[in-house]
C-alpha cells in the first residue's frame, strides 16, 4: 500500500519585549506573581515539523550552538506534551523539528518559549489534531510563562505568571532597536538578584493603566515615559555594562530604553521608523553590544508559512 508522508510545516513565531513588567514577591512555589504587556516584535525564528524516520531536534541561525538539542530544548518538550494530549506516544512521535534561530538566545526575548509556541501551532497541523486556539494557549501555558504569548502575537496584558492573557488594544506601529550581548543572562539568576536587591530597596514600576492608556493612544512619545521593568536593576547589577548601553541608546536618540525582560538584550523605543534606522547605526558603533537589529511591533503570534525555505 502507498503511504503518504505528510508535508513538511513551518511555522514563524514572534519575540517579545516586554514595555511594562511589574514582579510581585516571590510566590511559596517560587514564581513571582507578575502583571505584565507583552509586545510581539518583527525579529521570529522559523520551526518546521516533519514526519522523519530520524526523530530529533537541529538547530541554526544565530547563537544556535548555546541550544540543547535533546529534551532540554523547549521545542521538544512541546513535541512530546502534545503526543500526550492527542495519545501519542511521547518517546515515539517520529518527528523531526528543524528550527531557524533569529530571537538572541538567552536574551531576554523568549526565543525557547517562541519555539515551543511554533512547534505546538505545526504539529497540530502535520497531525491535523484540530485544537483551536484557546486548547493550544492551556497546553502552552503548561510549557511555560511566556509560551502563551507566543502563540497569540500582538499586544497584550499578562498576568499570573505571565500565562493569563488579555489582548490590548495598541493603535499604532512602534519602531524598536534592539541592542543585543554576546553573553545571555539566565532569568533564574536574575530573579535572584532582584530578591537580593529587595532586601536593601524597593523600588517598583508603577501601575500598568497608564501604560495600556498611552498604548490606546497610539504615541510612542507618551508610551516611551512609561516604559518599566523591574527586573532591570536586577540585570544591571549582574551586567553593568548595560547602564552604558542604555545611556548611549537614549544619547543617540531613541525616546526611551529598557532591558527586554531578564536581559541582557536592551530594546528602544523609537520616534518613527527612519529614526530607528539612524540610531540603530550610531548605537552599533558606539561599543556597547554586540550588534543591533531595528524591529517592530506589534505583530503577529506563531503563523504558517507558505512557502519552505528549507525542504
Ligand atoms: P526567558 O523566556 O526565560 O526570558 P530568554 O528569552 O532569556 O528566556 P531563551 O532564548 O528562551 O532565553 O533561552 C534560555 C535558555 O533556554 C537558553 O540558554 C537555552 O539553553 C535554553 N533553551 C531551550 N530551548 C531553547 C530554544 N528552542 N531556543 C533557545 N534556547 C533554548
Given at each position: 500500500?502507498?503511504?503518504?508522508?505528510p508535508?513538511?510545516?513551518t511555522?514563524r513565531?514572534?519575540?517579545?519585549?516586554?514595555?511594562?513588567?511589574?514582579?510581585?514577591?516571590?510566590?511559596?512555589?517560587?514564581?513571582?506573581?507578575?502583571?505584565?504587556?507583552?509586545?510581539?516584535?518583527?525579529?521570529?525564528?522559523?520551526?518546521?515539523?516533519?514526519?522523519?524516520?530520524?526523530?530529533?531536534?537541529?538547530v541554526?541561525?544565530?547563537?544556535?550552538?548555546?541550544?540543547?538539542?535533546?529534551?532540554?530544548?523547549?521545542?521538544?518538550?512541546?513535541?512530546?506534551?502534545?503526543?500526550?494530549?492527542?495519545?501519542?506516544?511521547?518517546?515515539?512521535?517520529?518527528?523531526?523539528?528543524?528550527i531557524?534561530?533569529?530571537?538572541p538566545v538567552?536574551?531576554?526575548?523568549?526565543?525557547?518559549?517562541?519555539?515551543?509556541?511554533?512547534?505546538?501551532?505545526?504539529l497540530?497541523?502535520?497531525?491535523?489534531l484540530?485544537?483551536?486556539?484557546?486548547?493550544?494557549?492551556?497546553?502552552?501555558?503548561?510549557l511555560?510563562?511566556?509560551?502563551?504569548?507566543a502563540?497569540?502575537?500582538?499586544?497584550?496584558?499578562?498576568?499570573?505568571?505571565?500565562?493569563?492573557?488579555v489582548?490590548?488594544?495598541?493603535?499604532?506601529?512602534?519602531?524598536w532597536?534592539?541592542?543585543l550581548?554576546?553573553?545571555?543572562?539566565?532569568?533564574?539568576?536574575?530573579?535572584?538578584e532582584l530578591?537580593?536587591?529587595?532586601?536593601?530597596?524597593?523600588?517598583?514600576?508603577?501601575?500598568?493603566?497608564p501604560?495600556?492608556?498611552?498604548?490606546?493612544?497610539g504615541?510612542?512619545?507618551?508610551?516611551?515615559?512609561?516604559?518599566?521593568?523591574?527586573?532591570?536593576?536586577?540585570?544591571?547589577?549582574l551586567?553593568?555594562?548595560?547602564?552604558?548601553?542604555?545611556?548611549?541608546?537614549?544619547?543617540?536618540?531613541a525616546?526611551?530604553?529598557?532591558?527586554?525582560?531578564?536581559g541582557?538584550?536592551?530594546?528602544?523605543?523609537?520616534?518613527?521608523?527612519?529614526?530607528?534606522?539612524?540610531i540603530?547605526?550610531?548605537?552599533?558603533g558606539?561599543?556597547?553590544?554586540?550588534?543591533?537589529?531595528?524591529?517592530?511591533?506589534?505583530?503577529?503570534?506563531?503563523?504558517?508559512?507558505?512557502?519552505?525555505?528549507?525542504?
Amino acid at each position: 500500500m502507498l503511504s503518504v508522508v505528510p508535508t513538511p510545516i513551518t511555522v514563524r513565531v514572534p519575540a517579545k519585549v516586554n514595555l511594562h513588567l511589574s514582579v510581585g514577591d516571590s510566590r511559596q512555589d517560587g514564581y513571582h506573581e507578575l502583571v505584565t504587556v507583552f509586545q510581539a516584535l518583527s525579529l521570529t525564528d522559523e520551526v518546521t515539523v516533519r514526519s522523519s524516520d530520524e526523530p530529533g531536534i537541529e538547530v541554526r541561525g544565530e547563537g544556535s550552538d548555546d541550544v540543547p538539542l535533546d529534551s532540554d530544548n523547549l521545542a521538544w518538550r512541546a513535541v512530546t506534551e502534545l503526543a500526550r494530549a492527542s495519545g501519542r506516544d511521547p518517546d515515539d512521535t517520529g518527528v523531526r523539528v528543524s528550527i531557524n534561530k533569529g530571537i538572541p538566545v538567552a536574551g531576554g526575548m523568549a526565543g525557547g518559549s517562541a519555539d515551543a509556541a511554533a512547534t505546538l501551532f505545526a504539529l497540530n497541523a502535520l497531525w491535523k489534531l484540530e485544537l483551536g486556539r484557546d486548547e493550544l494557549a492551556d497546553i502552552a501555558g503548561r510549557l511555560g510563562s511566556d509560551v502563551p504569548f507566543a502563540l497569540q502575537g500582538g499586544t497584550a496584558l499578562g498576568t499570573g505568571r505571565g500565562e493569563r492573557l488579555v489582548p490590548v488594544l495598541a493603535r499604532h506601529t512602534y519602531h524598536w532597536v534592539i541592542a543585543l550581548h554576546g553573553e545571555g543572562l539566565g532569568t533564574p539568576e536574575v530573579y535572584g538578584e532582584l530578591d537580593r536587591l529587595r532586601r536593601n530597596s524597593d523600588n517598583r514600576v508603577g501601575e500598568v493603566e497608564p501604560v495600556l492608556e498611552a498604548l490606546a493612544s497610539g504615541d510612542p512619545r507618551e508610551l516611551a515615559l512609561l516604559l518599566g521593568n523591574d527586573l532591570q536593576a536586577a540585570a544591571v547589577s549582574l551586567r553593568p555594562v548595560l547602564r552604558r548601553t542604555l545611556r548611549a541608546g537614549v544619547d543617540a536618540g531613541a525616546l526611551a530604553g529598557i532591558v527586554s525582560g531578564s536581559g541582557p538584550t536592551c530594546a528602544f523605543l523609537c520616534t518613527d521608523g527612519e529614526d530607528a534606522v539612524r540610531i540603530a547605526a550610531e548605537l552599533s558603533g558606539a561599543g556597547v553590544c554586540r550588534t543591533v537589529r531595528v524591529a517592530q511591533g506589534p505583530v503577529a503570534g506563531a503563523r504558517l508559512v507558505e512557502e519552505h525555505s528549507d525542504r
